[in-house]
């Protein structure tokens, strides 16, 4: 059997530019799962890194097998008809709402950061969401396979001026007091969750479309430990920075503080990371949108665009301070069925290579 290292490579940007939202890029979400917990922070890393590259690989190989073309389909095997009808409802709300929260977040970058307006930045993006859609998957591939690398290599350059500091050692060892600090035993559990819950939009007809076992199971193994490298340098970054839970974008005042003269770089990587975020929700909605009704893909973007921007005009994130915990326990379900939920049966070729 031929293997395709290239596309396992570009299966694996594409699986961390889904999970790679704004909040991961400004290191926001890193401190709140694990770093503002030290050491013990540190170890929940590592398990959730293994249970990225384990569940992250078995999702998408599952959803080959079975030929799932949506996640809808993918659910449906996972919960059953009438649960999955439920969890997809909430599934296709969840991920408008994350559409138009990308959305807001685009143009927040050119406002705050580049003195531009809002609406600039919203219709640049959904302009250039436009040209990768009607290319499709391969549009998909060629934009993460840019952007995931500059951010990899972000993340381990700011590591690396970190691990020079005198006084690495002690902070990353140092446990602090936490009130909630019971929450990292689940952190590792909910974070690869919730992730992968939203990420399912994506991975499901990406693989699907792939078919090949080994290149979408090396795909997976290398994307989780992508996102695990991504995970420890951004920690080993952020410990380092005095009250790290006090700032909204901690991983901007870092960069502004020990390599100002990367700082408009940066920036553009964080939009990068925006934008493939909002790609990759809109096309696995359009994904899901034809399994309803087949229609023209620019009809059904164009829809999913409409109803992003609107809601992205109102004040979502109260809204989404509500859905998220619900979403989070959704999901923990959706993670436990993937887990225990084994191999559909496959033909002889493919049965003595499924190890997970």
């Known amino acids: 059997m031929r293997k395709n290292w290239n596309q396992a490579f570009q299966i ?29 922070g540190f170890i929940s890393i590592l398990m959730s890194g293994y249970l990225f590259i384990m569940l992250g690989s078995k999702l998408m190989r599952t959803a080959a097998h079975i030929g799932a073309k949506s996640y809808q389909e993918f659910n449906t095997y996972l919960f059953g008809k009438w649960a999955g009808t439920v969890i997809n409802l909430f599934m296709l709300f969840m991920l408008l709402g994350v559409s138009a929260v990308m959305l807001s977040g685009a143009g927040a970058v050119f406002e705050e950061q580049l003195g531009l307006s809002k609406n600039i930045g919203v219709f640049l993006t959904i302009i250039l969401s436009y040209i990768v859609m009607l290319v499709g998957s391969k549009g998909l591939f060629a934009v ?14 700011l590591m690396v001026l970190s691990l020079k500091m005198p006084n690495f050692m002690p902070q990353l060892l140092y446990i602090p007091h936490a009130e909630d600090g019971w929450k990292t035993v689940i952190s590792p559990f909910s974070y ?9 939009a994506v991975l499901v007809p990406i693989a699907t479309e792939v078919k090949d076992d080994w290149t979408i199971k090396w795909g997976g193994i290398l994307g989780g430990l992508a996102l695990t490298v991504i995970l420890i340098g951004s920690h080993f970054t952020l410990i380092m920075l005095p009250n790290l839970e006090l700032y909204q974008i901690p991983m901007a005042i870092i960069m502004k503080t020990h390599a100002p003269y ?34 023209p893909a620019m009809i059904s973007v164009t829809a999913i665009f409409t109803v992003s921007y609107l809601i992205s005009l109102v004040n979502y994130g109260t809204l989404l301070s509500y859905l998220y915990p619900l979403f989070g326990y959704i999901c923990m379900t959706f993670f436990v069925l993937l887990w225990m939920k084994p191999f559909p049966p496959s033909d002889k070729s493919n049965k003595k290579q499924l190890p997970f």
Do not use: H
């Not at 694996?12 to 889904?18: E, I, L, M, N, Q």
């Not at 690869?192 to 939203?198: D, F, M, P, R």
């Open 12 to 40: 694996a940007a594409v699986y961390v530019g889904t999970v790679v939202g704004a909040g991961f890029a400004t290191g926001r979400e890193i401190v709140e799962f694990f770093s503002r917990f030290g050491f013990f």
């Open 144 to 157: 993460n396979t840019f952007v995931v690398p500059l951010m990899i290599g972000f993340s381990l350059f």
């Open 192 to 200: 690869a969750a919730l992730n992968l819950g939203l990420a399912q």
């Open 262 to 295: 990367l700082y408009s770089i940066f920036v553009l990587i964080i939009y990068g990371e925006i934008f493939t975020s909002v790609i990759g929700n809109v096309f696995g909605l359009d994904r899901q949108l034809q399994q309803y009704q087949k229609v």
